[in-house]
Nanobody, 132 residues
Framework: QVQLVESGGGLVQPGGSLRLSCAASGFDFKYFAIGWFRQAPGKEREGVSCIDSSRGITYYADSVEDRFTISADNAKHTVYLQMNTLKPEDTATYYC?????????????????????????WGKGTLVTVSS
């Protein structure tokens, strides 16, 4: 059974940090690109970051470049998103998703229904709230 389980969300003050985790099971991790997406209330789902561990590729949306870092522990089948210098506009539910051999620039460019249709597997999300 395929599962993607996110964790690590919570409430943080502006300027603070959080690390999200995405634990994957039920599929061959090394053949998939793993993306992080987010959806704020009333807004479309958008790509944030992506990692293709087998090719050593990471990719970021412009809005999070230099603040977020994606990494993977292949032995644990887990992908992390380290989020620093958080801003109120980063408030959203964060989802991880996997796509077979997906090119990361395409993954990060996906929005809304395109993202839902384009990724093979989705987690249920974890809420990040950035507020003072």
């Amino acid at each position: 059974q395929v599962q993607l389980v996110e964790s690590g969300g919570g409430l943080v003050q502006p300027g603070g940090s959080l690390r999200l985790s995405c634990a994957a099971s039920g599929f061959d991790f090394k053949y998939f690109a793993i993306g992080w997406f987010r959806q704020a209330p009333g807004k479309e789902r958008e790509g944030v970051s992506c990692i293709d561990s087998s090719r050593g590729i990471t990719y970021y949306a412009d809005s999070v470049e230099d603040r977020f870092t994606i990494s993977a522990d292949n032995a644990k089948h887990t992908v992390y998103l380290q989020m620093n210098t958080l801003k109120p506009e980063d408030t959203a539910t964060y989802y991880c998703a996997a796509v077979f051999r997906g090119p990361c620039p395409v993954v990060v460019s996906m929005r809304s229904q395109t993202a839902l249709n384009g990724m093979d597997y989705w987690g249920k999300g974890t809420l990040v709230t950035v507020s003072s």
